[in-house]
């Protein structure tokens, strides 16, 4: 099956500045990405996705990557904010069946 | 409604007890997923439904666990005889139909803890 690894676990930035997060996958046949916030005692919350026929996607502050060649996509968040801070998940699929989930990477905006 | 619900959001059970937790998916949905999410960790898949067909139960941890689907709409995941590494947060998804390709919308999740 899919196996979908995430990095960092953490990520510390300073207000303004911008945060990268970076996934890997496995299966060759994953054709869709979402990412997920999740704010503390909350569920996952949809942010951005993008699909395998489209190399990059921006939603205001938000922009993720995917390279198919080398099996990775990236969350990248510009002028970053406190409310920014939560924990991030990127997942994988092929079918829409199963969702396999990154580690999460824990967020924080340092005003 | 406008979102998925869940039921209860919060519960303390003792160890060797059975649990329910529901499910409500966003109407229409006819697609749903339970994940598990263990303190500090990523989402374990647990079963998924779709419509009319058999479930995916692939995900399902031990034989303690099952889950259905009445009517196509609510779900329902029952934990028998609860062990403490139950403990964790039980979160479900819908989606509207796979064929075209969305994605999953969460639930607050209910919270399990096994004392």
């Known amino acids: 099956g899919e196996n979908v690894e995430q990095h960092p676990s953490t990520l510390s930035v300073q207000e303004g500045d911008s945060a990268v997060i970076k996934c890997t996958y496995s299966d060759s046949a994953s054709n869709y990405f979402p990412w997920y916030k999740q704010e503390l005692g909350k569920g996952p919350q949809l942010i951005i996705d993008?699909?395998?026929?489209?190399g990059e996607k921006k939603d205001q502050r938000i922009a993720v990557t995917l390279n198919k060649t080398a099996k990775h996509f990236s969350l990248h968040i510009t002028e970053t904010q406190p409310e920014d801070s939560a924990v991030y998940f990127c997942a994988a699929t092929y079918n829409f069946n199963k969702f396999y989930f990154g580690s999460g990477t824990k967020l924080n905006v340092k005003p | 409604g406008a979102g998925v619900s869940q039921s209860p959001s919060n519960k303390v059970t003792e160890k060797g007890k059975d649990v329910e937790l529901r499910c409500d998916p966003i109407s229409g949905h006819t697609a749903l997923y339970w994940y598990r999410q263990s303190l500090g960790q990523g989402l374990e898949f647990l079963i998924y439904?779709?419509?009319?067909?058999?479930?995916?139960k692939s995900g399902l941890p031990s034989d303690r666990f099952s889950a259905e689907r009445t009517g196509g709409s609510v779900s329902t995941l029952t934990i028998q005889r609860t062990q403490q590494e139950d403990s964790a947060v039980y979160l479900c998804a819908s989606s509207p139909d796979r064929p075209s390709g969305n994605t999953i919308y969460f639930g607050e999740g209910s919270w399990l803890t096994v004392v």
């Open positions: 439904f779709q419509g009319n067909s058999a479930p995916d």
């Open positions: 993008i699909r395998s026929n489209v």
